[in-house]
């Protein structure tokens, strides 16, 4: 008897196992991908914000635990890398900001299309550079 509710339970977390992973999979793919934001309209309602505000809130209690386990994930193997090169801080550092740095909390700027959702970051030294190199151009 107890064999069979440990099967159903053990059933039951392969389950939910799966489906999280399915979740996680398809916001990092709808997050890679360009996206026509329709949230961008000229008039500003308070359905629309709050609906921005609810959207941005629900997005993030999904986004925000996939991106600290990427740079946690990130911050441990950029370690392993430091210490198996031999101290080298810019191969360890190429791991680092890519994993650290970026969106870790989707707020509705995200949703209307004003600002980008990074999951894999750019460094802010890179990232000056490309805005001092536009604005040159």
Excluded: C
């Excluded at 997005?59 to 635990?65: D, I, K, M, Q, S």
């Excluded at 996939?66 to 190429?94: H, M, N, R, W």
């Amino acid at each position: 008897m107890m064999k069979q509710s440990y099967n159903f339970l053990s059933g039951f977390m392969k389950q939910g196992t799966s489906i999280f992973m399915l979740m996680v999979f398809a916001l990092v793919v709808g997050l890679g991908t360009p996206v026509v934001s329709f949230a961008a309209e000229e008039e500003s309602s308070p359905g629309n914000e709050a609906a921005l505000g609810a959207g941005s809130f629900f997005l993030t209690l999904v986004y925000t635990p996939v991106k600290l386990a990427y740079a946690i994930l990130g911050g441990i193997i950029g370690g392993f890398t430091y210490g198996l090169t031999g101290g080298d801080l810019e191969t360890a550092q190429s791991v680092w900001e890519p994993s650290v740095y970026g969106t870790y909390l989707i707020t509705p700027d995200h949703l209307k299309g004003n600002e980008p959702i990074r999951f894999i970051g750019v460094s802010p030294y890179d990232e000056e550079e490309a805005y001092l190199t536009e604005s040159l151009d």
